[in-house]
């Protein structure tokens, strides 16, 4: 993974400096809290409902054992002895105190972390694919481009100040894994027929109050200009993007009213004036940045490990945990592993301070030193030996971090909801933790096979409520919290956005409802047939029947 020269150092250290200066000003009453609002944001500091909440950046979602152990050391010294894993490969501590947080800084930077740039209406953190440079369907390592982008928009000071606060994506395999059409941009890398390397570039992409999908402006730009077309996009909407409403500053808005044509045009205007400049990337660039991810040092293995499958074939719980939490790896006798975040009980993305610990010496013994994040709030160990799989269950399954359950039902994303973020309408984790304990019977979610449950708590869609295949939303009624569910939504190539199903429910009632779905799915599918599938060809009208119709519900239902 990418690390830090001088110069980046310096910047950071005195990015430290200059935030604490920042608090102690305003922790003496020099700074007002409007003064010290737009500074502590940009910093990735927010006031929630019952503490302050400190999030922090984790570039491309990759972290060097040195940075998980970090964590989970500010976890135990700042914070209540955990850490929450977003959707967007964050770190989020829930507990720290205002007074604490410059020195968390400090301890981050001599890791090389920060927390620069995860809020405020400035460019976040850059996401990518978890698997990249690992995965068998990848045309392009998306890994140094993420780096070179991570660099453009850190401290920019074009754009530290935009309409509204701005994502980028980067794909390159064959599956999107990144969910790039929900993105303000989303970077499709691919080669044309000549070999080269360019992108494919989708806009205004987005979910929470107004979910709209991505347009695509360009069918492939050269690798050459993916900071001068991204600098481009950003400065038609730095110039036009709505700054009187927050609920329409998002480019997705501006994108919907000018059209993908006309945005399409004023983009490629702008591109001319800085198409050949000096964000032109070189090959020499690309290479310093590229060798930071070379290869690392694989053995010469062979495709299959005789111990690892009689290990398999021997032990039932080992081979459920291998069919659901190991991934395919390009290099023969490699394969990869996810470590679940979704043990029920748990709220989902949650992680303690001895389990990041212990992500950290399975890394190290296991997998080159390095961990990854995913989008679906799992950990990945990219690298691990077929041969070592069976030592890395053992130890997974001793830190309960290895259920079993990857791309299953119980493997929910959430967001934190209203028992922690002050924006929220409803509560998630405890719709989480209902559903997970309904379904907690590993034999019967195998029979039901792959679903993906995204419950958000407001409209903020920070769970992408919208792409599940069921999603569940927070509303507040009256003072009160309900639940408005949605079917059929799709992350990956295939990208699509739920509809609602009717009205909304009462918490109590969630588990009830999504039985009734799985019911319906159930008595509806084909062999083979995913949740998906079954109502992409039969509609929602079955779904809705079942569960408004179903008397064993004792419904208490308010409209949405």
């Known amino acids: 993974m990418y690390r830090y020269d001088n110069y980046d150092q310096r910047l950071l250290d005195e990015r430290v400096a200059q935030f604490r200066n920042q608090m102690d000003r305003h922790l003496a009453g020099e700074l007002s809290e409007d003064e010290f609002r737009p500074l502590r944001l940009q910093n990735g500091l927010y006031i929630q409902r019952h503490a302050p909440m400190y999030r922090i950046s984790v570039p491309y979602g990759h972290l060097a054992s040195r940075q998980l152990r970090k964590l989970a050391y500010l976890a135990r010294t700042y914070d209540r002895g955990y850490a929450h894993f977003t959707t967007r490969t964050n770190v989020q501590f829930n507990w720290p105190k205002l007074e604490d947080v410059p020195d968390m800084l400090a301890e981050l930077a001599s890791v090389q972390m920060h927390s620069n740039q995860t809020s405020g209406n400035d460019i976040r953190n850059i996401t990518a694919d978890p698997y990249a440079g690992v995965a068998g369907d990848e045309i392009v390592d998306t890994r140094p481009w993420a780096e070179i982008l991570r660099q453009w928009a850190t401290y920019n000071p074009e754009f530290a100040y935009l309409p509204r606060k701005f994502k980028i994506a980067l794909n390159g395999a064959l599956e999107d894994r990144v969910v790039v059409q929900v993105y303000d941009i989303g970077l499709d890398f691919t080669k044309n027929e000549a070999g080269e390397i360019g992108f494919r570039v989708l806009v205004g992409g987005g979910l929470g109050r107004t979910p709209i999908l991505g347009v695509e402006i360009a069918s492939f730009i050269p690798w050459q200009h993916l900071i001068t077309y991204c600098e481009s996009i950003l400065r038609v909407y730095n110039r036009h993007g709505r700054r009187d409403n927050i609920w329409k500053a998002r480019i997705k808005i501006l994108v919907k009213a000018l059209g993908a044509d006309e945005f399409r045009r004023q983009v490629e205007e702008e591109w001319a004036l800085v198409k050949d400049g000096p964000n032109t990337l070189t090959a020499e660039e690309v290479e310093r940045i590229a060798t930071h991810f070379d290869d690392p040092d694989y053995a010469d293995l062979p495709e299959r490990d005789a111990t690892f499958e009689a290990q398999r074939d021997s032990s039932k719980p080992f081979a459920a945990w291998v069919r659901r939490n190991v991934r395919e790896h390009k290099r ?91 924006l929220a309408n409803a509560r998630s984790i405890p719709i989480a933790e209902g559903i997970q304990r309904r379904f907690d019977d590993l034999d019967y979610l195998y029979d039901i096979g792959e679903i993906e449950i995204n419950i958000s708590g407001c409209m903020n869609a920070c769970g992408h409520h919208h792409v599940g295949h069921i999603g569940v939303l927070g509303v507040d009624k009256n003072g009160e919290e309900w639940y408005q569910v949605t079917i059929g939504g799709m992350q990956g190539n295939e990208t699509a956005l739920g509809k609602v199903i009717g009205r909304a429910f009462a918490a109590a009632e969630m588990p009830d409802v999504v039985s009734e779905l799985i019911a319906t799915y159930l008595d509806n599918r084909f062999a083979d047939e995913r949740f998906i599938d079954t109502v992409q060809r039969i509609g929602l009208e079955p779904f809705k029947a079942r569960v408004y119709g179903d008397q064993h519900i004792e419904r208490k239902v308010a409209n949405a």
């Open 332 to 422: 023969p006798g490699y394969a990869s592993v996810v470590l679940s975040l979704k043990r029920t009980g748990v709220p989902p993305g949650d992680i303690t301070a001895d389990q990041m610990d212990t992500v950290a010496d399975l890394a190290d013994r296991y997998s080159f030193g390095e961990a990854r994040m995913t989008h679906e709030q799992n950990v990945v160990l990219a690298d691990v030996r077929k041969s070592d799989l069976y030592a890395v269950w053992q130890i997974a399954r001793e830190a309960k971090l290895a259920t079993p359950n990857i791309g299953l039902l119980t493997d929910i994303i959430a967001c934190p909801g209203g028992d922690f973020c002050s």
